[in-house]
Protein backbone atom coordinates (compact mmCIF):
# COMPACT_ATOMS: atom_id res chain seq x y z
CA UNK A 1 0.00 0.00 0.00
CA UNK A 2 1.57 3.39 -0.74
CA UNK A 3 1.90 6.21 1.62
CA UNK A 4 -0.69 9.02 0.83
CA UNK A 5 1.31 12.55 -0.15
CA UNK A 6 -0.22 15.34 2.25
CA UNK A 7 -0.30 19.16 0.58
CA UNK A 8 1.11 20.59 4.18
CA UNK A 9 3.85 19.17 5.95
CA UNK A 10 4.58 21.47 9.04
CA UNK A 11 7.12 20.82 11.73
CA UNK A 12 6.59 22.79 14.85
CA UNK A 13 10.09 23.15 16.65
CA UNK A 14 9.18 25.31 19.63
CA UNK A 15 12.01 26.64 21.16
CA UNK A 16 11.91 26.52 24.63
CA UNK A 17 12.75 25.03 28.08
CA UNK A 18 16.59 24.85 26.70
CA UNK A 19 15.93 22.40 23.98
CA UNK A 20 18.42 22.41 20.88
CA UNK A 21 16.07 24.70 18.82
CA UNK A 22 16.47 27.16 21.68
CA UNK A 23 20.13 26.45 22.09
CA UNK A 24 21.06 26.33 18.39
CA UNK A 25 22.81 29.45 16.73
CA UNK A 26 21.15 31.56 14.18
CA UNK A 27 23.07 29.67 11.67
CA UNK A 28 23.10 26.55 13.27
CA UNK A 29 19.39 26.60 13.15
CA UNK A 30 19.27 27.85 9.43
CA UNK A 31 21.21 24.79 8.38
CA UNK A 32 19.31 22.21 10.51
CA UNK A 33 15.98 24.42 8.80
CA UNK A 34 17.38 23.26 5.23
CA UNK A 35 18.20 19.93 6.05
CA UNK A 36 14.09 19.71 7.54
CA UNK A 37 13.14 21.14 4.03
CA UNK A 38 15.38 18.32 2.10
CA UNK A 39 13.61 15.49 4.24
CA UNK A 40 10.17 16.83 2.62
CA UNK A 41 8.68 19.25 5.32
CA UNK A 42 7.18 22.69 3.83
CA UNK A 43 5.79 24.49 6.71
CA UNK A 44 8.15 25.32 9.73
CA UNK A 45 6.48 26.82 12.91
CA UNK A 46 7.62 28.03 16.41
CA UNK A 47 5.61 28.89 19.98
CA UNK A 48 5.63 32.58 21.44
CA UNK A 49 7.82 31.91 24.42
CA UNK A 50 6.17 34.11 27.22
CA UNK A 51 7.36 31.35 30.40
CA UNK A 52 9.84 32.71 32.78
CA UNK A 53 10.83 35.67 31.64
CA UNK A 54 9.32 39.74 31.36
CA UNK A 55 7.99 41.63 28.37
CA UNK A 56 11.06 42.05 26.32
CA UNK A 57 8.96 45.32 24.63
CA UNK A 58 9.24 47.45 27.90
CA UNK A 59 12.33 46.03 29.97
CA UNK A 60 15.00 48.79 30.42
CA UNK A 61 17.81 45.85 30.12
CA UNK A 62 20.03 46.15 27.08
CA UNK A 63 19.69 42.61 26.02
CA UNK A 64 18.20 40.37 28.42
CA UNK A 65 16.86 37.03 28.08
CA UNK A 66 13.57 37.32 26.59
CA UNK A 67 14.97 39.75 24.22
CA UNK A 68 18.19 37.19 23.20
CA UNK A 69 15.18 34.78 22.53
CA UNK A 70 12.76 36.75 20.59
CA UNK A 71 15.49 37.51 18.20
CA UNK A 72 16.26 34.44 17.84
CA UNK A 73 12.72 33.05 16.83
CA UNK A 74 13.03 36.00 14.17
CA UNK A 75 15.91 34.94 12.88
CA UNK A 76 14.93 31.23 12.50
CA UNK A 77 11.67 32.52 10.72
CA UNK A 78 13.43 34.31 8.62
CA UNK A 79 15.96 31.38 7.51
CA UNK A 80 12.81 29.39 7.15
CA UNK A 81 11.10 31.76 4.49
CA UNK A 82 14.13 32.33 2.78
CA UNK A 83 13.89 28.09 2.40
CA UNK A 84 10.55 28.73 0.80
CA UNK A 85 8.83 27.57 3.84
CA UNK A 86 5.36 29.02 4.56
CA UNK A 87 5.39 30.09 8.82
CA UNK A 88 3.72 29.27 11.04
CA UNK A 89 3.19 31.01 14.53
CA UNK A 90 1.76 29.26 17.63
CA UNK A 91 0.12 31.48 20.16
CA UNK A 92 -1.23 30.87 23.40
CA UNK A 93 -3.24 33.94 23.81
CA UNK A 94 -3.69 34.54 27.69
CA UNK A 95 -0.26 32.88 29.18
CA UNK A 96 1.73 36.51 29.33
CA UNK A 97 4.82 38.00 30.34
CA UNK A 98 5.73 37.47 34.45
CA UNK A 99 6.11 41.00 34.79
CA UNK A 100 2.49 41.59 33.02
CA UNK A 101 0.72 39.32 36.41
CA UNK A 102 -1.85 40.87 38.26
CA UNK A 103 -3.38 39.55 41.10
CA UNK A 104 -6.52 41.61 40.70
CA UNK A 105 -7.21 40.20 36.44
CA UNK A 106 -5.06 36.41 37.45
CA UNK A 107 -6.95 33.63 35.64
CA UNK A 108 -8.70 30.74 37.46
CA UNK A 109 -6.89 28.06 37.83
CA UNK A 110 -8.50 24.57 37.54
CA UNK A 111 -7.90 21.11 35.74
CA UNK A 112 -6.06 21.74 32.41
CA UNK A 113 -5.35 25.13 33.66
CA UNK A 114 -1.73 26.05 34.17
CA UNK A 115 0.69 28.52 33.67
CA UNK A 116 1.12 32.64 33.52
CA UNK A 117 -2.35 33.40 32.71
CA UNK A 118 -4.69 36.26 33.20
CA UNK A 119 -8.11 36.36 32.50
CA UNK A 120 -9.65 37.72 29.59
CA UNK A 121 -13.14 38.84 30.53
CA UNK A 122 -11.53 41.79 32.62
CA UNK A 123 -10.85 44.65 30.59
CA UNK A 124 -7.42 45.51 31.82
CA UNK A 125 -6.07 42.10 31.22
CA UNK A 126 -7.95 41.81 27.52
CA UNK A 127 -5.83 45.43 27.07
CA UNK A 128 -2.28 43.76 27.57
CA UNK A 129 -3.59 40.54 25.49
CA UNK A 130 -4.08 42.69 22.46
CA UNK A 131 -0.59 45.10 22.74
CA UNK A 132 1.43 41.48 23.11
CA UNK A 133 -0.06 40.24 19.77
CA UNK A 134 0.58 43.70 18.46
CA UNK A 135 3.72 44.11 19.61
CA UNK A 136 4.30 40.29 18.35
CA UNK A 137 2.92 40.35 14.77
CA UNK A 138 3.98 44.38 14.68
CA UNK A 139 7.99 43.01 15.19
CA UNK A 140 7.98 40.32 12.92
CA UNK A 141 6.23 42.18 10.08
CA UNK A 142 9.20 44.85 10.63
CA UNK A 143 12.11 42.16 10.36
CA UNK A 144 10.62 40.96 6.86
CA UNK A 145 8.60 37.90 7.94
CA UNK A 146 5.61 37.20 6.42
CA UNK A 147 3.54 34.74 8.45
CA UNK A 148 1.04 32.37 5.97
CA UNK A 149 -0.76 31.46 9.70
CA UNK A 150 -1.29 31.28 13.09
CA UNK A 151 -2.25 27.90 15.43
CA UNK A 152 -4.18 29.38 18.55
CA UNK A 153 -4.04 26.73 21.91
CA UNK A 154 -6.56 26.87 24.09
CA UNK A 155 -4.97 25.06 26.46
CA UNK A 156 -1.27 24.73 27.56
CA UNK A 157 -0.63 27.27 28.33
CA UNK A 158 -3.94 29.31 28.32
CA UNK A 159 -7.60 29.24 29.77
CA UNK A 160 -9.52 30.89 32.91
CA UNK A 161 -12.18 29.46 34.55
CA UNK A 162 -13.94 32.36 35.81
CA UNK A 163 -17.39 32.41 35.49
CA UNK A 164 -17.37 35.04 33.11
CA UNK A 165 -14.75 33.02 30.67
CA UNK A 166 -17.05 30.23 30.67
CA UNK A 167 -17.67 28.18 28.41
CA UNK A 168 -14.00 28.85 28.08
CA UNK A 169 -13.53 27.42 24.18
CA UNK A 170 -16.31 30.07 23.19
CA UNK A 171 -14.16 33.03 24.84
CA UNK A 172 -11.34 31.81 23.55
CA UNK A 173 -12.46 31.28 19.93
CA UNK A 174 -14.36 35.38 20.07
CA UNK A 175 -10.96 36.28 21.77
CA UNK A 176 -8.58 34.77 18.68
CA UNK A 177 -11.13 36.20 16.25
CA UNK A 178 -10.63 39.67 17.44
CA UNK A 179 -6.63 39.05 17.51
CA UNK A 180 -6.64 37.96 13.76
CA UNK A 181 -7.94 41.21 12.97
CA UNK A 182 -4.50 42.50 14.29
CA UNK A 183 -2.83 40.03 13.00
CA UNK A 184 -4.33 40.57 9.21
CA UNK A 185 -3.06 44.46 9.34
CA UNK A 186 0.84 42.94 9.83
CA UNK A 187 0.23 39.62 7.68
CA UNK A 188 -2.51 40.31 5.20
CA UNK A 189 -3.95 36.56 4.45
CA UNK A 190 -2.82 35.36 7.67
CA UNK A 191 -4.68 32.24 8.36
CA UNK A 192 -6.35 31.41 11.38
CA UNK A 193 -5.69 27.79 12.95
CA UNK A 194 -7.07 26.08 16.41
CA UNK A 195 -5.00 23.20 17.49
CA UNK A 196 -7.69 20.99 19.69
CA UNK A 197 -5.10 19.66 22.12
CA UNK A 198 -7.34 19.08 25.92
CA UNK A 199 -9.88 19.63 24.09
CA UNK A 200 -13.27 17.59 25.23
CA UNK A 201 -16.06 16.48 22.73
CA UNK A 202 -18.02 18.90 24.25
CA UNK A 203 -15.82 21.70 23.47
CA UNK A 204 -15.95 20.23 19.99
CA UNK A 205 -19.36 20.75 18.92
CA UNK A 206 -19.62 23.88 21.34
CA UNK A 207 -16.77 25.43 18.73
CA UNK A 208 -18.53 23.86 15.60
CA UNK A 209 -22.02 25.32 16.54
CA UNK A 210 -20.11 28.83 17.56
CA UNK A 211 -18.28 28.89 14.30
CA UNK A 212 -21.80 28.00 12.09
CA UNK A 213 -23.51 30.55 13.88
CA UNK A 214 -20.90 33.51 14.74
CA UNK A 215 -18.01 32.86 12.36
CA UNK A 216 -18.88 31.02 9.09
CA UNK A 217 -16.29 30.22 6.89
CA UNK A 218 -13.45 32.27 9.36
CA UNK A 219 -11.86 29.28 10.99
CA UNK A 220 -9.48 28.07 8.59
CA UNK A 221 -8.32 24.43 10.05
CA UNK A 222 -7.84 22.36 13.59
CA UNK A 223 -5.09 20.42 13.99
CA UNK A 224 -5.51 17.21 16.06
CA UNK A 225 -2.73 15.62 18.32
CA UNK A 226 -1.42 12.26 17.60
CA UNK A 227 1.92 10.88 18.90
CA UNK A 228 4.17 9.24 16.13
CA UNK A 229 6.69 8.64 19.14
CA UNK A 230 10.52 9.53 20.34
CA UNK A 231 12.09 6.92 18.76
CA UNK A 232 12.28 5.73 15.47
CA UNK A 233 8.82 4.26 14.19
CA UNK A 234 9.06 2.70 10.56
CA UNK A 235 5.70 0.67 11.14
CA UNK A 236 4.10 3.37 12.77
CA UNK A 237 4.20 6.31 10.83
CA UNK A 238 3.37 4.91 7.70
CA UNK A 239 0.26 3.86 9.17
CA UNK A 240 -0.74 6.80 11.11
CA UNK A 241 -0.30 9.03 7.87
CA UNK A 242 -2.36 6.54 5.89
CA UNK A 243 -5.04 6.52 9.15
CA UNK A 244 -5.53 10.69 8.91
CA UNK A 245 -5.82 10.29 5.38
CA UNK A 246 -8.43 8.03 5.87
CA UNK A 247 -9.90 10.88 7.87
CA UNK A 248 -9.74 13.39 5.18
CA UNK A 249 -6.32 14.99 7.08
CA UNK A 250 -4.55 17.11 4.24
CA UNK A 251 -1.55 17.88 6.08
CA UNK A 252 0.03 17.29 9.15
CA UNK A 253 2.24 19.27 12.34
CA UNK A 254 4.84 17.40 13.97
CA UNK A 255 5.98 18.61 17.29
CA UNK A 256 9.43 18.11 17.51
CA UNK A 257 10.86 19.45 21.12
CA UNK A 258 14.92 18.99 19.93
CA UNK A 259 16.83 17.07 17.26
CA UNK A 260 16.91 13.92 19.38
CA UNK A 261 14.03 12.41 17.23
CA UNK A 262 15.70 13.61 13.76
CA UNK A 263 15.44 10.23 12.25
CA UNK A 264 12.02 10.37 12.84
CA UNK A 265 11.34 13.18 11.81
CA UNK A 266 13.33 12.51 8.40
CA UNK A 267 10.87 9.42 8.26
CA UNK A 268 7.87 11.69 8.41
CA UNK A 269 8.53 13.96 6.30
CA UNK A 270 10.09 11.58 3.51
CA UNK A 271 6.66 9.51 3.30
CA UNK A 272 4.52 12.14 3.69
CA UNK A 273 5.57 14.32 0.96
CA UNK A 274 6.10 11.45 -1.67
CA UNK A 275 9.63 11.10 -1.39
CA UNK A 276 10.41 7.74 -0.40
CA UNK A 277 7.75 5.23 -1.22
CA UNK A 278 8.74 3.00 2.37
CA UNK A 279 11.14 3.94 5.49
CA UNK A 280 13.86 1.39 4.31
CA UNK A 281 14.25 3.62 1.55
CA UNK A 282 14.09 6.91 3.94
CA UNK A 283 16.79 5.09 5.78
CA UNK A 284 19.08 4.33 3.35
CA UNK A 285 18.84 7.77 2.39
CA UNK A 286 19.38 8.94 5.93
CA UNK A 287 22.79 6.83 6.09
CA UNK A 288 24.15 7.90 2.72
CA UNK A 289 23.44 11.60 3.15
CA UNK A 290 24.86 11.79 7.25
CA UNK A 291 27.07 9.13 7.45
CA UNK A 292 28.82 9.15 4.29
CA UNK A 293 28.63 5.54 3.69
CA UNK A 294 28.40 4.12 0.25
CA UNK A 295 25.20 2.81 -1.16
CA UNK A 296 26.14 -0.33 -1.10
CA UNK A 297 26.49 -0.27 2.88
CA UNK A 298 23.25 2.09 3.01
CA UNK A 299 21.05 -0.90 3.00
CA UNK A 300 22.73 -2.44 5.61
CA UNK A 301 22.50 0.45 7.80
CA UNK A 302 18.78 0.90 7.33
CA UNK A 303 18.43 -3.12 8.28
CA UNK A 304 20.50 -1.82 11.31
CA UNK A 305 17.99 0.92 12.52
CA UNK A 306 14.73 -0.59 11.87
CA UNK A 307 14.71 -2.77 14.66
CA UNK A 308 15.12 0.07 16.97
CA UNK A 309 11.96 1.03 16.19
CA UNK A 310 10.90 -0.87 19.52
CA UNK A 311 14.15 -0.05 21.93
CA UNK A 312 12.45 -2.78 24.07
CA UNK A 313 13.02 -5.77 21.63
CA UNK A 314 16.34 -4.75 19.64
CA UNK A 315 18.86 -7.58 19.75
CA UNK A 316 21.40 -5.72 21.56
CA UNK A 317 24.16 -8.17 21.32
CA UNK A 318 23.89 -8.17 17.47
CA UNK A 319 23.39 -4.68 17.31
CA UNK A 320 26.63 -3.86 19.01
CA UNK A 321 28.27 -6.31 16.71
CA UNK A 322 26.83 -5.18 13.40
CA UNK A 323 27.95 -1.47 14.91
CA UNK A 324 31.72 -2.37 15.13
CA UNK A 325 31.21 -3.06 11.13
CA UNK A 326 29.55 -0.42 9.95
CA UNK A 327 31.04 2.45 11.79
CA UNK A 328 34.23 1.67 10.95
CA UNK A 329 33.87 3.03 7.37
CA UNK A 330 31.78 5.92 7.97
CA UNK A 331 32.44 9.62 9.42
CA UNK A 332 32.01 10.53 12.94
CA UNK A 333 28.80 12.79 13.16
CA UNK A 334 26.41 13.92 15.99
CA UNK A 335 23.99 11.72 14.82
CA UNK A 336 26.03 8.90 14.20
CA UNK A 337 26.89 9.63 18.18
CA UNK A 338 23.57 9.82 19.05
CA UNK A 339 22.84 6.51 17.49
CA UNK A 340 26.14 5.06 19.83
CA UNK A 341 25.08 6.65 23.08
CA UNK A 342 21.01 5.63 23.08
CA UNK A 343 22.76 2.18 22.20
CA UNK A 344 24.86 1.99 25.39
CA UNK A 345 22.00 3.68 27.28
CA UNK A 346 19.75 0.85 27.05
CA UNK A 347 21.99 -1.38 27.28
CA UNK A 348 22.83 0.42 30.78
CA UNK A 349 18.88 0.22 31.50
CA UNK A 350 18.73 -3.58 30.96
CA UNK A 351 21.46 -4.37 33.31
CA UNK A 352 19.69 -2.30 35.97
CA UNK A 353 16.27 -3.94 35.62
CA UNK A 354 13.65 -2.81 37.77
CA UNK A 355 15.17 -3.15 41.53
CA UNK A 356 12.70 -2.86 44.25
CA UNK A 357 14.00 -0.75 47.40
CA UNK A 358 16.13 -3.06 48.86
CA UNK A 359 17.89 -4.53 45.77
CA UNK A 360 20.49 -1.43 44.84
CA UNK A 361 23.43 -3.15 45.62
CA UNK A 362 26.61 -1.19 45.47
CA UNK A 363 27.02 -2.76 41.51
CA UNK A 364 24.17 -1.10 40.46
CA UNK A 365 24.42 1.96 41.68
CA UNK A 366 27.32 2.04 39.64
CA UNK A 367 25.10 1.52 36.95
CA UNK A 368 23.15 3.73 37.66
CA UNK A 369 25.56 6.41 37.54
CA UNK A 370 27.18 4.99 34.33
CA UNK A 371 23.89 5.61 33.12
CA UNK A 372 22.92 9.55 34.27
CA UNK A 373 26.92 10.17 32.75
CA UNK A 374 26.30 8.57 29.30
CA UNK A 375 22.84 10.70 29.48
CA UNK A 376 24.24 14.06 30.19
CA UNK A 377 27.54 13.51 28.07
CA UNK A 378 24.41 12.55 25.23
CA UNK A 379 22.37 16.29 26.18
CA UNK A 380 25.74 18.44 26.69
CA UNK A 381 28.52 16.92 24.21
CA UNK A 382 25.90 15.72 21.32
CA UNK A 383 22.68 17.51 21.34
CA UNK A 384 24.58 21.01 23.01
CA UNK A 385 22.31 21.81 25.29
CA UNK A 386 22.97 24.02 28.60
CA UNK A 387 20.22 24.55 31.38
CA UNK A 388 17.23 22.61 30.37
CA UNK A 389 13.79 23.19 32.08
CA UNK A 390 10.23 21.96 32.47
CA UNK A 391 9.35 18.64 30.77
CA UNK A 392 13.10 18.34 29.85
CA UNK A 393 14.77 17.67 33.22
CA UNK A 394 15.54 13.79 34.54
CA UNK A 395 12.39 13.91 36.83
CA UNK A 396 10.12 13.98 34.22
CA UNK A 397 9.74 10.69 32.35
CA UNK A 398 12.92 9.00 33.94
CA UNK A 399 13.64 5.04 33.31
CA UNK A 400 11.25 2.36 35.28
CA UNK A 401 14.05 2.22 38.08
CA UNK A 402 13.79 5.72 38.74
CA UNK A 403 11.75 5.79 41.85
CA UNK A 404 13.31 2.97 43.93
CA UNK A 405 17.02 4.52 43.02
CA UNK A 406 15.76 7.88 44.09
CA UNK A 407 14.84 6.45 47.50
CA UNK A 408 17.62 5.03 47.91
CA UNK A 409 20.17 7.67 47.05
CA UNK A 410 17.43 10.24 48.55
CA UNK A 411 19.75 13.21 46.99
CA UNK A 412 17.77 13.18 43.81
CA UNK A 413 14.05 14.76 43.21
CA UNK A 414 11.34 13.02 43.42
CA UNK A 415 9.85 11.78 39.99
CA UNK A 416 7.29 14.38 38.35
CA UNK A 417 3.94 13.22 36.39
CA UNK A 418 3.51 14.40 32.99
CA UNK A 419 -0.30 15.66 33.19
CA UNK A 420 -2.68 13.79 31.52
CA UNK A 421 -4.59 14.79 28.54
CA UNK A 422 -8.59 15.77 28.95
Known amino acids: ?243 IAAQGADGFQAYSEGVFDDCNKALLAGLGSGQYKEPAHALRHYAKRYFGTPPNMADRWADWMLPWGDRTKANLRVSRFQWDQLSRTVKPTWRLAHWRCKMELESLDRQIGQPKDDEWTPEKLKLADKFWSEQEYLQRNIYKLGPVRHVFTPKFMPPLWYDSWQRKVQSAPKQQQMQKEA
Open 1 to 243: MSTPIFPIRECYCPAHFGNAYEAMWPREMAAYLGEMKWWGFNRYGDWITTTDICNPFTSDAFWDLAKEQFDRKKKAFLAAQELGLALNLIVTPNHVYLDQLRPHYAAVKGPRIQGQLICPSHDEARKVIFENFEHWFGAFAASGIRLSAFTAFAYDYGACGCEKCKPWILTFARLMKEIHAIAGKHHPGIEPWFCSWWWTPEEHALLNDWAAKEAPGWLKAITLHIEYGQTIAPARIPATLAG
